[in-house]
T-cell receptor
Framework: GENVEQHPSTLSVQEGDSAVIKCTYSDSASNYFPWYKQELGKGPQLIIDIRSNVGEKKDQRIAVTLNKTAKHFSLHITETQPEDSAVYFCAATKGAQKLVFGQGTRLTINP | SAVISQKPSRDICQRGTSLTIQCQVDSQVTMMFWYRQQPGQSLTLIATANQGSEATYESGFVIDKFPISRPNLTFSTLTVSNMSPEDSSIYLC????????????FGPGTRLTVL
């Protein structure tokens, strides 16, 4: 079955700098890759996603890139702000079925 | 996007008892999913709940321990049976939006502590 590896497990950046979180997946048939942000005491919130027919997607300060050949995808957050501090999870799935999650990255934005 | 609510938001239970968690979606969905998130960990799928059929459980999860009901297209329950302290986790339900790729949205979670 699918296996998703996520790095780093913790990331600390200065406010205004960029943050990058990387994930690799094992099943070449996976075709949908969402990213979730989980704040303390809340459920995961879908922040951006990418499908296998697209190499990059942007939404304001957030972007995701996908390299199907290498089977990895990354989350890029630019101009980080304190409210970006949270745990971020990547996931992979095929056919929009069950999600397989990475281990999570705790992002801390230092003022 | 789908709006999902869960009840209860948190509970503290005694060993050996059972707790039923409710999940309500604001639109009709074919599939609903139940996840477990152990403290400080990632999300692990427990089962997929389809309306009108038995739930499909992932490896390591069994129906006797986590019975699931799916009486209609907007509602599901997960019961955590005969609880032990190892069941202390956040339990989350999710449902797709209904779009072509069925983006999944999550409820706020139920924080369970077993003493």
């Amino acid at each position: 079955g699918e296996n998703v590896e996520q790095h780093p497990s913790t990331l600390s950046v200065q406010e205004g700098d960029s943050a990058v979180i990387k994930c690799t997946y094992s099943d070449s048939a996976s075709n949908y890759f969402p990213w979730y942000k989980q704040e303390l005491g809340k459920g995961p919130q879908l922040i951006i996603d990418i499908r296998s027919n697209v190499g990059e997607k942007k939404d304001q300060r957030i972007a995701v890139t996908l390299n199907k050949t290498a089977k990895h995808f990354s989350l890029h957050i630019t101009e980080t702000q304190p409210e970006d501090s949270a745990v971020y999870f990547c996931a992979a799935t095929k056919g929009a079925q069950k999600l397989v999650f990475g281990q999570g990255t705790r992002l801390t934005i230092n003022p | 996007s789908a709006v999902i609510s869960q009840k209860p938001s948190r509970d503290i239970c005694q060993r050996g008892t059972s707790l039923t968690i409710q999940c309500q979606v604001d639109s009709q969905v074919t599939m609903m999913f139940w996840y477990r998130q152990q403290p400080g960990q990632s999300l692990t799928l427990i089962a997929t709940a389809n309306q009108g059929s038995e739930a499909t459980y992932e490896s390591g999860f069994v129906i006797d321990k986590f019975p699931i009901s799916r009486p209609n297209l907007t509602f599901s329950t997960l019961t955590v049976s005969n609880m032990s302290p190892e069941d202390s986790s956040i339990y989350l339900c999710s449902a797709p939006s209904g779009g072509s790729y069925n983006e999944q949205f999550f409820g706020p979670g139920t924080r369970l502590t077993v003493l």
